[in-house]
């Protein structure tokens, strides 16, 4: 581009040298030609303009430095002035964009037209909320790429985007070759296996903490009195030595005591899990109150970060549906929110408590759709009008909610037709007398107190007080290895059922199909015993009745070698979901990556493939979501992988083996329920 008007410079100073002018005019026309030719080819021009580069250039034209609205939990946006300090250290005009993660492909083409639409020279730098993600100047000579090699293999994956910008200034500063050298060596180290360690733990590294701690300060002078009395009396059967005073023992146990107690929290300094900062209540609400002032002049909101999924047609189709359907008889406003929902926004990635915030943000009642333009997915929540809202709410295909497989592929997702075909459920759904409304969804996490560890003298600090002592009671360890011999031997051939507080850490990554056998049919008993004695059964009876459906009705089927083994997994998380429902407890997820962990504590997007980055948005118990946030690459390793069906065969993920019922567990054990009596032909 530069070349281009350097030449069209020289053109027109030559313009008027009598019989070059012809010849001038032509080489004009033709390097304008040329200019349009390659701004159409150029990978930039891919990216969604006037969309996202031109949002971003008028952001960037206000302040060099834009950071997302969408990821107030990970990087507020109160950080801007951070990231300003960092990039006034580069030494030439910087550019910053943080954003929510994208392909460096993407990336690239982003920054080319973004800095197309800008118009000024300088250093681009993408930030994708971990790290920096991309880096590409134009018209100044800084070291942008060895600067982002060395930024992502020397900064630890849990230091945050601010240490990583800061690593990425100090290397721009360092000049060409020096920079060079240090990416070089970087990626030496990380290739030999020298993986930054991690700067943070998590709450499960603490809680570990928390129970070595109390398992020193109770056994450790519980065992310097005990081996003090045992010595005192081996000493008085053979009457030799002189005694000792009483109180030094007692002493030496209590000076013990205190120094534990005072150095552990010294050694076990931690406070913060991540390196995300709060967020201040203007961080919590931005992005909820930019998508309301965008609902007041257009119900259907597309969110000017993401790529966009519908044309202009398909717009104009939706304003003309929404029109309609607003007109109907027990209709009304209809709002469509074109907006991702990641983990790190205000709402946690709950869609229906964003659209529930968006909702009291416009004041207005009316049907609220999220349409994720990342993942596909649509929710649809009611809001005061006269709808059925269980409807909406659980009687939507998947097809339309989640999408088929042809959703998947597209890169739009297809959510043009789709949002077309809800706005037909719409037209059909069943009319109430009265407004209805979607129940209150569960708040989300607390931001303000979200990464904070727990005490180090709390949680498992008590049961390590416990188990300290009981270790330095050296008499009872034969009793207690005989003990647990039988009670292994035991549960070896007639096991009980784990307790669910204990399932992700024994449930194997790679059960065999005796294991299974086992499990299943242990869960299945102790469900039907359980299930007999209670009279109000609940959800249970919908978990025990697909259950049985699985097995044909014979629950002696689980113990059959030719059970299938993707049949075997979803009959225990039936089951074990039926006997948590009996308890009281109506949790609907368990955990994506291994359903034999158990519940689910919230969702996280986790890598699936030990090869590339692709990450998909799954249920995860606390140790997964510890692991996919300490540890993201560990998380393939810890995919149920199913046994082969045939001898010799290699075992493949879960979600890969099979195309049945058990395909439905990330989605919740009620979609889990439904696919079942859909193959089953039962409604």
Known sequence: MRAVTTNSAWAARTWGRGPDRARVRDLLLALCALTALFATATPAAAVDTPGQAAYFADRLRENPVYVSDQLPREVPRSTAPDFARVAQRTGVPTYVLVLPMSS??????????????????????????????????????????????????EVPYDAGPLHGFERFAEVINQGGAKATARAEAARERFRAGGEPAEMYIGPSDRNNQSFLTGSLLAGVPLLIVLTAGYVRRRRRRSGAGRRVPRWVVPGAAVLTGAAIALTAPVVFDQTTSSAARPPTPADLSARVERVAAGLRQDPV??????????????????????????????????????????PESEAAGDAELFAAAVHAKV?????????????????????????????????????????????????????????????????????????????????????????????????????????????AL??????????????????????????????????????????????????????????????EHGPAWDHLDAAMLLLDGDLDRARQAGTDAATLVAVIVLARAGRAALSGDATDRCCGVNPLHGPAVGRHHVRVSAEGA?????????????????????IPDRLLKLPAPTAGGSRLPYLEATDGPLTAVPHGITRLVRKVRETAGVH
């Open 104 to 153: 460096s492909s993407e990336g690239r083409q982003l920054l080319g037209a973004v800095h197309d639409r800008l118009g000024r020279d300088g250093l681009y730098v993408l930030i994708d909320g971990t790290n920096v993600a991309q880096a590409t100047a134009w018209g100044v000579r800084v070291p942008a790429e060895a600067a982002t090699t060395v930024a992502l293999y």
């Open 474 to 535: 050296l008499l009872s360890g034969v009793l207690a290895a005989l003990t647990s011999g039988v009670t292994g031997l035991l549960r070896w051939r007639s096991p009980p059922p784990e307790p669910t507080s204990r399932l992700p850490l024994t449930a194997p990554t790679e059960p065999s199909a005796s294991y299974l056998r086992r499990t299943a049919h242990a869960e299945l008993t102790a469900l039907t015993e359980e299930f007999s004695s209670r009279e």
């Open 301 to 342: 909101y597309t969110d000017p970060e993401s790529p966009r999924v519908l044309d202009a047609r398909q717009r104009e189709r939706l304003h003309e549906r929404i029109r309609d359907f607003r007109r109907s008889d027990g209709g009304g406003p209809v709002f469509i929110l074109l907006v991702p929902q990641t």
């Open 363 to 471: 004041g207005q009642a009316g049907v609220y759709v999220v349409a994720d333009p990342d993942d596909g997915t649509i929710d649809v929540v009611n809001h005061g009008l006269r709808l059925e809202s269980d409807r909406l709410s659980f009687g939507l295909p998947d097809s339309l909610t989640l999408g088929d497989s042809k959703a998947d592929e597209a890169d739009d997702h297809l959510l043009g037709e789709r949002l077309d075909q809800l706005m037909t459920h719409l037209d059909r759904t069943p009319r109430t007398d009265r407004p209805q409304a979607a129940p209150t969804p569960p708040a989300a996490p607390s931001a303000a107190h979200e990464n904070d560890l727990p005490p180090l003298f709390a949680t498992d600090f008590w049961p390590g007080l416990f188990l300290g002592a009981f270790a």
């Open 614 to 634: 692709a990450r998909r948005l799954l249920p995860v118990c606390e140790v997964c979501r510890n692991t996919a946030v300490a540890h993201p690459r560990g």
